[in-house]
């Protein structure tokens, strides 16, 4: 009788708990069995990055293996500052699946494991970009909407699915497969490391935005925004430097860098929303105008390339310089509604769909 009723329970239960659920493997364990193994040999090969990964990850960013002639040669040593910086920069404390990131419009800022001394109090942040592919110049964007079914915390990830994440220099990292268990949370691999941010000036120039560089060394004010913390710089490109040589003709080189440079404020561009207002360091108010399609203005100037992420901030490339002569408003809406109003609009109508289930539940 009694073992009959085990038998029972023990029956309702392998029918309740899923079957494809086993214990989530150890990170290096995981990492090892999706093809990142280097990244896997590169963490353990500091005691206290691979501690902090162990305690603290919640998403491990896992670059893919490269063939051997590409790898790194870790052999018999522990890692540099720098590496270990770079290898705190692909993880973070939070737990977020594709399915979420891929969703979140206009994207997502993930806060890294690297501290950064000159944003204040947070860490250097990787920003994943969710609008559609027409909206920037970058190239990499997210696809494959259709995600595999849902299956409890065991679902296969998609591998059409591609999620672009930018780092220093505005380079983008792709993730190529996601939401791999682990112990502490979900790896997503993705197709390489992220690029460490680096100064304004290097950045500009790498992107290769020279002329805002050359202005800002010849008004010498390059050494004091590299050092001022937490900024947000709107990086007019060289054509529209270029195009605006007229209308800033009496403005000094300091002047019109500083007037491109927003001080206490990390504006990622999923920090910025429509009818934001920010001040440059000259006091010029500027406006961000949010348009279907995902396209970012600020005053008349639309960001071309975003989410440079800087050692102190972060940089938008622009269309237009900053002058009040040169940049009033965008231009003005031409019809048709574009993806990411609608998708947005959806978002919004999803979120009150679930507020009012669980406010009858
Ligand atoms: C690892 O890479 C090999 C060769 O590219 C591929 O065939 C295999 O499917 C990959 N394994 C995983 C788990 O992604
Ligand atoms: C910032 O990074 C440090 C390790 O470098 C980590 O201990 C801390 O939890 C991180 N903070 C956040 C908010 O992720
Ligand atoms: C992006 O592509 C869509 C569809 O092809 C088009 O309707 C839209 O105007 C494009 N946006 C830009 C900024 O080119
Ligand atoms: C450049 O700026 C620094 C302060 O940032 C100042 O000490 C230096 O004198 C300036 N040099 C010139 C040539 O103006
Ligand atoms: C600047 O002004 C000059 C003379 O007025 C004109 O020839 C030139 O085309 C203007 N350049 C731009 C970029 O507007």
Excluded at 25 to 50: C, G, K, M, T
Excluded at 215 to 233: F, R, Y
Excluded at 323 to 331: E, L
Aim: neutral net charge; hydrophobic residues 40%.
């Amino acid at each position: 009788m009694l073992s009959q009723s085990w038998a029972a329970a023990l029956l309702l239960l392998s029918f309740t708990a899923p079957a494809a659920c086993q214990t989530p493997p150890s990170l290096i364990e995981a990492l090892v069995a999706n093809n990142a193994s280097q990244f896997a040999d590169f963490i353990q090969a500091d005691p206290e990055v691979l501690q902090l990964f162990l305690s603290s990850a919640g998403t491990v960013y896992a670059p893919v293996d490269k063939p051997s002639t590409q790898a790194r040669s870790l052999a018999e040593r522990a890692l540099s500052p720098a590496e270990a910086a770079e290898a705190k920069s692909q993880g973070s404390k939070v737990q977020t699946k594709l399915n979420e990131d891929s969703q979140t419009q206009p994207g997502a800022v993930k806060q890294t494991l690297n501290k950064s001394p000159l944003v204040d109090g947070r860490n250097q942040s990787v920003v994943v970009d969710t609008r559609p592919a027409n909206s920037t110049t970058q190239t990499k964007r997210w696809v494959g909407r259709s995600l595999a079914p849902r299956d409890g915390d065991c679902d296969e990830p998609n591998p059409n699915s591609l999620l672009r994440i930018a780092s220093g220099l505005g380079k983008i990292a792709n993730v190529i497969k996601a939401d791999i268990a682990f112990q502490g949370g979900v790896i997503h691999i993705t197709d390489k490391y992220f690029t460490p941010p680096q100064a304004l000036s290097s950045s500009a120039r790498a992107t290769g935005q020279t002329a805002f560089a050359n202005l800002a060394a010849a008004g010498n004010v390059t050494s004091t925004l590299e050092t001022t913390h937490s900024i947000t710089v709107f990086l007019p490109s060289n054509n529209a430097i270029a195009a605006g040589a007229n209308a800033t003709a009496g403005v000094s080189a300091a002047a019109l860098v500083t007037g491109h440079v927003v001080a206490g404020r990390v504006a990622y561009l999923p920090d910025l929303a429509d009818g934001d207002t920010l001040t440059t360091q000259t006091g010029e108010k500027l406006t961000v105008t949010v348009r279907p399609g995902g396209l970012y203005y600020v005053n008349g100037a639309r960001i071309t390339q975003a989410n440079i992420v800087l050692e102190n901030g972060v940089a938008h490339v622009i269309d237009k310089v900053l002058t009040p002569a040169t940049t009033a408003a965008p231009p003005p809406v031409t019809g048709g509604s574009g993806a990411l109003s609608q998708t947005l609009g959806l978002g919004v109508a999803v979120g009150v769909a679930v507020s009012a289930l669980l406010a009858l539940a």
